[in-house]
């Protein structure tokens, strides 16, 4: 164990760093001396840029510091054994090659190790050590923190890039060019900084395969590798699901299979932060549960790639991105309405009342259709009393005014926004 921290650390000292384009919105990363005896722990699906913005914080403070006092440890390393001892030797391990312990200890995929969190839970009571943990798994997480890291946790989510990063990571001259791309394929860094389509296509085809893999199918021991296969693409072809039609579904295609398997399924997916579920707003939770969930995947470059629809459907695209720009503000309190006359995309409620309404409509140059989202919003505001009506849409050209309702075009970059 000794000789495989000797060399890693020693490797340490002479670590290149690769180039980082630095990422426009704040993190918590940038408030470390914050942490007084917790740990501040990043995760987000894999490939959006966790290490980076690691490597980030590492070199704004190896301004300060040398690398004695900042180490950085990555365990997905394949020397390093799936062992509690190579934690256990970790701090004696420091303190021996460089002499003594770090101010800053920043350790990558850490869960991969057993019992990572009992041991960071007595580095934290026993050192003076600010320590930051990342990883792609939601066992981390601040929904899944271990009993022993309540209270001592500091959660930080990454998400794919927002469209303002996207354009610090490829320019373009003109906005409208680059969301055409980015509402296409999406934020995560590397496909963005892609120079084809079919480069492209090939990254998210195995980024989707690494996660199925390691981050569903060996975290949760699953024998049967090929039904979970089959839910992904199906869910990549639905925009909302219940357990019953999942089930049912499997079944048709000679795939025999409980509804708490499905169930079940479903949970793993969401814990890999490929997906999330959105349900229904309604006071009765046995609806609210038995309803059709709406689901909204990580990145839109996942929906392009895996639906096996001709063309891109450029409503659920901008819709996919409504939900995570409004998700990242509201959290769980994020839902969606539908009644017996229509649906209204997302309803942000607080204290048990919604209090905002969300239409995305990527073309509003049909009458109909608008003159559709513009009388849902406003029926179901006044049905539900809420005042903050907001319709989104995908394209620039917006000439439309309706008093008491917000029309905004999605672009981050450009001043769009029009209230009446």
Not at 108 to 131: G, M, T, V
Request: include cysteine; aromatic fraction near 12%.
């Amino acid at each position: 164990m000794n000789e495989i921290l000797e060399t890693i650390l020693r490797e340490w000292e002479v670590f290149e760093f690769p180039t980082v384009i630095p990422r426009a919105e704040p993190t918590k990363i940038e408030r470390l001396d914050n942490l007084s005896h917790r740990t501040l722990v990043v995760t987000g699906f894999r490939r959006v840029g966790k290490t980076y913005l690691l490597f980030q914080a590492i070199r704004e403070l190896l301004k300060k510091y040398d690398r004695h006092e900042v180490v950085y440890i990555n365990f997905e390393d394949e020397r390093f054994p799936a062992k509690t001892e190579i934690l256990t030797d970790l701090i004696p391990a420091i303190k021996k090659v460089y002499g003594q312990k770090p101010k800053y200890l920043f350790l990558d995929e850490l869960h991969q190790i057993p019992l990572w969190s009992k041991w960071l839970r007595r580095i934290l009571d026993q050192e003076k050590i600010k320590i930051v943990i990342s990883g792609s798994s939601s066992k981390i997480s601040s929904v899944e923190v271990p009993t022993e890291l309540r209270g001592r946790a500091w959660g930080q989510t990454v998400y794919p890039l927002s469209f303002k990063e996207f354009l610090s990571f490829k320019p373009f001259e003109n906005a409208d060019y680059g969301f055409g791309e980015y509402l296409k394929f999406g934020g995560l860094p590397d496909v963005v900084l892609s120079q084809s389509d079919a480069e492209r296509k090939e990254l998210l085809d195995e980024y989707l395969d690494v996660v199925t893999r390691r981050d569903i199918i060996e975290r949760f021991n699953l024998d049967d590798g090929e039904t979970i296969k089959i839910v992904l693409k199906l869910l990549f072809n639905s925009t909302s699901i219940t357990i019953s039609k999942l089930t049912d579904s499997l079944r048709s295609l000679q795939m025999p299979t409980a509804k708490t398997t499905v169930a079940r399924y479903l949970s793993y997916v969401e814990s890999s932060y490929l997906l999330k579920q959105l349900y229904l707003y309604t006071p009765k939770v046995r609806a609210k549960l038995q309803y059709p969930r709406k689901t909204y995947f990580i990145d839109n470059g996942f929906l392009t790639a895996m639906s096996v629809k001709f063309g891109p459907n450029y409503g659920r695209l901008l819709e996919n991105l409504v939900f995570w720009q409004l998700y990242k503000k509201h959290g769980d309190s994020l839902h969606y309405y539908r009644d017996e006359r229509g649906e209204v995309d997302f309803c942000v409620v607080e204290d048990g009342k919604a209090v905002s309404l969300y239409q995305a409509c990527y073309d509003l140059s049909d009458f109909e259709t608008r003159d559709r989202e513009i009388h849902t919003l406003r029926r179901v505001g006044k049905r539900l009393g809420v005042s903050d009506l907001n319709l989104i849409t995908g394209q620039n050209n917006i000439q439309v005014s309706e008093k008491g309702i917000k029309i905004s075009q999605f672009l981050e970059t450009l001043d769009k926004a029009i209230t009446l």
